[in-house]
């Protein structure tokens, strides 16, 4: 099954410094960088528990979102998240994994929950 | 009732769950496997009376069902139909348990899979009902006090979610069961307790609950014996449902402990309880369950309400307290303490709590502190949270007793202390 993992945090400068470097697919990043992102050690981890890690990236902050929604036919554009919150959308990863509970752990892993007290929304993909 | 009757009703309880479970894993298609066992069922009906009761009813139905299903499948013009019959046919996929003995029980797993913590507590309710104790969308519904499509809807969002989340048939690995165990025991015991919990009126449908959690406790039990607190669970249920008919009286109102007929009390289901909690604490792994089925014990077996050991009654609750952090369960132990060793010992306690700031819109906080109060003689003071508790009461009964200790103290507050 494939899973997006939907990270949910209050901006923090450990995920905002940290370099944008994009794992995807199986082979494991190696180097034990004392500079690599916080979230790196835990690509490592879960690709070594047999979780294809298919796609991720870090988003800019909120204050640079644009939201088009769809009005009487009409597209209306606003500056800004869809919902003003505390917390933002800060990033995703597409994942693929046996089941929810193999997505739960993977989640649980994730330095978002592990470390910044953030929060991870799981999204079963539609299948093609 | 006829004697096939009687089979077939004896079989739709021992079976109903077990067949469903084995489709599920069979199909992987949850209102398949329900639709299946349900068409098994009326097959039963027809041929039974006929051909007489199978030696093996379990395996006679699962085997119909099975064969409905790979007729439905058959039959059906769906790609994805057509791979769940090549897969039925290519025998039984066992999912990943690991398990000790090798062989699972189907309905572990769907107890398992119903009690999910990723579907919500009413969901793991509601879907637990349906697919392994057998009841039917309505009954559901008329035990939850919801409108039938409300339950109905319920359950079809739950069994999408199962399916379209990716939520794993099967029993939990090792590392995942004590939390999955625990999840799985609180579903049971909320199922009781909304049972038990119901009054007159809806009384009959909701008494039908205790019957079903004890019943899901049994199986639970039968299958996973070495889990104390699966014993200590249906120890628990029987001690407390053994005093179900003396719980109310002629006019419907709650009959309190003290007060209970004690020869009204089921006597084979405080054996029995007794019987399970002895054997699970042999197993020396203390949990909540056990605790409170200890202290449901302690009541059972007392003939008269002055033969209570509230001493034990006390010091369980202390033990309880310390696995459960809760105020409720403090409150518990005060009453205990006061009569093990007089109301001075359990106002203390209530006063810390209060102290606290525990509880503070909870009724039965200040009813107890006014009861400490009135049996030390403090009838003013008594009386201040007599007041207090009746500003936060809610249901009628209490309201009346509420008021009439209100009026007593007050009566002996005037008269003075002395008296």
């Given at each position: 099954m494939q899973y997006m993992l939907l990270m949910v945090a209050e901006p923090d400068d450990a995920l905002n410094e940290a370099e944008p470097v994009k794992v995807v697919g199986q082979q494991a990043p190696s180097a034990d960088d004392?500079?690599?992102?916080?979230?790196m050690p835990w690509a490592r981890e879960v690709t070594a528990r047999g979780v294809v890690i298919k796609d991720g990236a870090r988003l800019r902050p909120a204050t640079t979102a644009t939201t088009v929604s769809g009005r009487d036919g009409e597209a209306l554009l606003t500056d800004g998240p869809f919902a003003e919150t505390k917390e933002q959308i800060v990033g995703y990863n597409v994942i693929e994994c046996a089941d929810l509970d193999e997505a739960v752990d993977t989640a649980c892993r994730h330095p978002v929950v592990a470390q910044l007290g953030g929060r991870v929304e799981i999204r079963p993909i539609l299948p093609d | 009732m006829t004697h096939v009757e009687a089979a077939i009703t004896e079989a739709f309880k021992q079976e109903w769950g077990r067949v469903v479970a084995s489709l599920i894993r069979m199909t992987g298609d949850w209102d398949l496997a329900e639709e299946c066992t349900q068409d098994a069922f009326t097959t039963a009906l027809a041929r039974w009376p006929a051909d007489g009761v199978p030696d093996r009813p379990g395996a006679w139905l699962t085997t119909t069902a099975r064969n409905r299903a790979l007729d439905k499948l058959r039959r059906s013009k769906n790609e994805a139909a057509k791979l769940k019959e090549a897969a039925m046919l290519a025998g039984p996929a066992e999912p990943a348990d690991t398990g000790d003995s090798g062989v699972t029980d189907d309905r572990l797993r769907l107890i398992f899979t119903c009690c999910h913590?990723?579907?919500s507590l009413e969901a793991r309710v509601a879907l637990t009902l349906r697919t392994l104790a057998g009841l039917t969308t309505a009954e559901i519904a008329r035990a939850f006090l919801v409108p039938e499509p409300t339950m109905a809807k319920r359950l079809v969002r739950a069994k999408g979610k199962i399916r379209d989340a990716g939520i794993p048939y099967r029993v939990p690995p090792a590392h995942l069961l004590p939390d999955r165990m625990s999840g799985v025991l609180a579903v049971l015991y909320l199922l009781f307790n909304e049972g038990y919990a119901a009054t007159a009126g809806t009384g009959l449908v909701r008494g039908d609950l205790c019957t079903e959690a004890i019943r899901l406790a049994r199986v639970l039990t039968g299958l996973m014996p070495a889990e104390p607190e699966a014993s200590g669970l249906l120890a628990l249920m029987l001690l407390t449902d053994a005093r179900r008919a003396a719980r109310l009286d002629a006019d419907g109102e709650v009959v309190t402990l003290d007060k209970?007929?004690?020869?009204?009390?089921?006597k084979a289901e405080i054996e029995e309880g007794i019987a399970l909690l002895d054997a699970a604490i042999r197993h020396r792994q203390t949990g909540q369950y056990q605790l409170q089925a200890a202290i449901a014990a302690c009541h059972a077996s007392?003939?008269?309400?002055?033969?209570?050991d509230w001493a034990e009654i006390a010091l369980l609750y202390g033990q309880l307290r310390r696995l459960v952090p809760s105020a409720v369960v403090e409150l518990n132990r005060a009453v205990a303490v006061a009569m093990a060793d007089g109301p001075a010992a359990g106002l203390a306690i209530v006063d810390a709590l209060d102290a606290d700031g525990q509880l503070p819109d909870y009724h039965l906080l200040a009813a107890t502190r006014a009861d400490f109060l009135r049996r030390l003689g403090r009838f003013d003071e008594a009386a201040l949270s007599y007041r207090k508790a009746l500003q936060q009461v809610a249901t009628e009964p209490e309201r009346r007793f509420l008021t009439r200790r209100l009026t007593e103290v007050t009566g002996q507050a005037q008269a003075g202390p002395e008296n």
């Amino acid at each position: 099954m494939q899973y997006m993992l939907l990270m949910v945090a209050e901006p923090d400068d450990a995920l905002n410094e940290a370099e944008p470097v994009k794992v995807v697919g199986q082979q494991a990043p190696s180097a034990d960088d004392a500079d690599e992102p916080c979230w790196m050690p835990w690509a490592r981890e879960v690709t070594a528990r047999g979780v294809v890690i298919k796609d991720g990236a870090r988003l800019r902050p909120a204050t640079t979102a644009t939201t088009v929604s769809g009005r009487d036919g009409e597209a209306l554009l606003t500056d800004g998240p869809f919902a003003e919150t505390k917390e933002q959308i800060v990033g995703y990863n597409v994942i693929e994994c046996a089941d929810l509970d193999e997505a739960v752990d993977t989640a649980c892993r994730h330095p978002v929950v592990a470390q910044l007290g953030g929060r991870v929304e799981i999204r079963p993909i539609l299948p093609d | 009732m006829t004697h096939v009757e009687a089979a077939i009703t004896e079989a739709f309880k021992q079976e109903w769950g077990r067949v469903v479970a084995s489709l599920i894993r069979m199909t992987g298609d949850w209102d398949l496997a329900e639709e299946c066992t349900q068409d098994a069922f009326t097959t039963a009906l027809a041929r039974w009376p006929a051909d007489g009761v199978p030696d093996r009813p379990g395996a006679w139905l699962t085997t119909t069902a099975r064969n409905r299903a790979l007729d439905k499948l058959r039959r059906s013009k769906n790609e994805a139909a057509k791979l769940k019959e090549a897969a039925m046919l290519a025998g039984p996929a066992e999912p990943a348990d690991t398990g000790d003995s090798g062989v699972t029980d189907d309905r572990l797993r769907l107890i398992f899979t119903c009690c999910h913590p990723a579907l919500s507590l009413e969901a793991r309710v509601a879907l637990t009902l349906r697919t392994l104790a057998g009841l039917t969308t309505a009954e559901i519904a008329r035990a939850f006090l919801v409108p039938e499509p409300t339950m109905a809807k319920r359950l079809v969002r739950a069994k999408g979610k199962i399916r379209d989340a990716g939520i794993p048939y099967r029993v939990p690995p090792a590392h995942l069961l004590p939390d999955r165990m625990s999840g799985v025991l609180a579903v049971l015991y909320l199922l009781f307790n909304e049972g038990y919990a119901a009054t007159a009126g809806t009384g009959l449908v909701r008494g039908d609950l205790c019957t079903e959690a004890i019943r899901l406790a049994r199986v639970l039990t039968g299958l996973m014996p070495a889990e104390p607190e699966a014993s200590g669970l249906l120890a628990l249920m029987l001690l407390t449902d053994a005093r179900r008919a003396a719980r109310l009286d002629a006019d419907g109102e709650v009959v309190t402990l003290d007060k209970q007929d004690r020869s009204r009390w089921d006597k084979a289901e405080i054996e029995e309880g007794i019987a399970l909690l002895d054997a699970a604490i042999r197993h020396r792994q203390t949990g909540q369950y056990q605790l409170q089925a200890a202290i449901a014990a302690c009541h059972a077996s007392a003939a008269d309400p002055a033969d209570t050991d509230w001493a034990e009654i006390a010091l369980l609750y202390g033990q309880l307290r310390r696995l459960v952090p809760s105020a409720v369960v403090e409150l518990n132990r005060a009453v205990a303490v006061a009569m093990a060793d007089g109301p001075a010992a359990g106002l203390a306690i209530v006063d810390a709590l209060d102290a606290d700031g525990q509880l503070p819109d909870y009724h039965l906080l200040a009813a107890t502190r006014a009861d400490f109060l009135r049996r030390l003689g403090r009838f003013d003071e008594a009386a201040l949270s007599y007041r207090k508790a009746l500003q936060q009461v809610a249901t009628e009964p209490e309201r009346r007793f509420l008021t009439r200790r209100l009026t007593e103290v007050t009566g002996q507050a005037q008269a003075g202390p002395e008296n």
